[in-house]
Nanobody
Framework: QVQVEESGGGLVQAGDSVMLSCVVSGRRTFDKYAMGWFRQVPGKEREERECVATINYSGDTTYYTDSVKGRFTISRDNAKNAVYLQMNNLKHEGTAVYYC???????????????WGRGTQVTVSS
């Protein structure tokens, strides 16, 4: 059974840095899948999750939503079945639950992601 687990969230101040981690267990072909980080705020449904960043199976192609470009970095370690999101200079509007998703081809749309973790809360105080 595939499990996806995010970690690293918490309460931080605006301007701080946080690294989120996501580990996928039970999938021997992790390096065949694209990964994405999404965030969801209260009142939004799962299909309305905002795509923050994606990374392809090999790690050489990434995508960032405009609001995080230059501040966030997505990376992966296929030997550890892990993907990371380094978030620098956090802003109050970054407050959300951050989810890690597994996709066969990667996209900004959450409905193409086949597996999700339970999310990790990031709260940025202003």
């Amino acid at each position: 059974q595939v499990q996806v687990e995010e970690s690293g969230g918490g309460l931080v101040q605006a301007g701080d840095s946080v690294m989120l981690s996501c580990v996928v267990s039970g999938r021997r072909t992790f390096d065949k899948y694209a990964m994405g980080w999404f965030r969801q705020v209260p009142g939004k449904e799962r299909e309305e999750r905002e795509c923050v960043a994606t990374i392809n199976y090999s790690g050489d192609t990434t995508y960032y939503t405009d609001s995080v470009k230059g501040r966030f970095t997505i990376s992966r370690d296929n030997a550890k079945n892990a993907v990371y999101l380094q978030m620098n200079n956090l802003k109050h509007e970054g407050t959300a639950v951050y989810y890690c998703g597994v996709s066969t081809f990667g996209d900004t749309k959450p409905d193409v992601y086949v597996e999700w973790g339970r999310g990790t809360q990031v709260t940025v105080s202003s």
